[in-house]
């Protein structure tokens, strides 16, 4: 089945504890990218990478990394994670950043609570 | 970057029909997307328009202006479990890349 896991499904931690949040896709897209998903501000984009060895940031990248060093996964490290990182997470993937013809794939979201 | 307007929320009766319209900055358009996302889920992907004009698919249809810079996903038949957030999304300054509006949470009723 065509997807996009991500892992952990919930998490909570405390602040300025290390942690990754896992991001694997089995479609062979080459671009991946990270959201946060906060009430009333609605998706907004943290990193993307277009390909291996590539990632760039987004609208909100302060406070987090990522690696691209395979095709198929795109973790997101926060390496000192603070109260204000409490979000939904969603890692995405397309053919192509431009999306079409099927639009982003989207995993099923990571509950962060960083206390 | 892009500024994506929609409306924050709509109510509408089980079996009516609802458009839900979004605006954003013409400025080196790319495309617009709209996606369906439920309460906890992720988002997926409801459609795609690049050219104006209305493409249907099933109950769900989208309008896109690209001189007004407006497009409107239009649901008809509503069924319960319609009820969800929609978001629209498109790229700006000739990026591929789309920016989220905050989406417009319908809520269908019986």
């Known amino acids: 089945e065509a997807q996009v896991t991500q892992n952990p499904r919930y998490l909570i931690t405390v602040t300025g504890k290390k942690l990754t949040v896992t991001c694997s896709q089995n479609m062979n897209h080459e671009y991946m990218s990270w959201y946060r998903q906060d009430p009333g501000l609605g998706l907004r984009q943290i990193y993307y990478s277009m390909n291996v060895e590539v990632t760039d940031k987004g609208d909100v990248p302060e406070g987090y990394k990522v690696s691209r060093k395979e095709k198929r996964n795109f973790p997101l490290i926060l390496e000192s994670p603070s109260p204000n990182q409490t979000s939904l997470y969603f890692c995405a993937s397309s053919l192509s950043p431009g999306q079409p013809p099927d639009g982003y794939t989207f995993g099923s979201g990571t509950r962060l609570t960083v206390v | ?110």
């Open chain 2, 1 to 110: 970057g892009q500024n994506i307007d929609q409306p924050t929320e709509m109510t509408a009766t089980e079996g009516a029909i609802v458009q839900i319209n979004c605006t954003y900055q013409t400025s080196g358009f790319n495309g617009l997307f709209w996606y369906q996302q439920h309460a906890g889920e992720a988002p997926t992907f409801l459609s795609y328009n690049v050219l104006d004009g209305l493409e249907e698919k099933g109950r769900f249809s989208s309008f896109l202006s690209r001189s007004k810079g407006y497009s409107y996903l239009l649901l008809k038949e509503l069924q319960m479990k319609d009820s969800a957030s929609y978001l629209c999304a498109a790229p700006s300054g000739g990026s591929y890349i789309p920016t989220f509006g905050r989406g417009t949470s319908l809520i269908v009723h019986p």
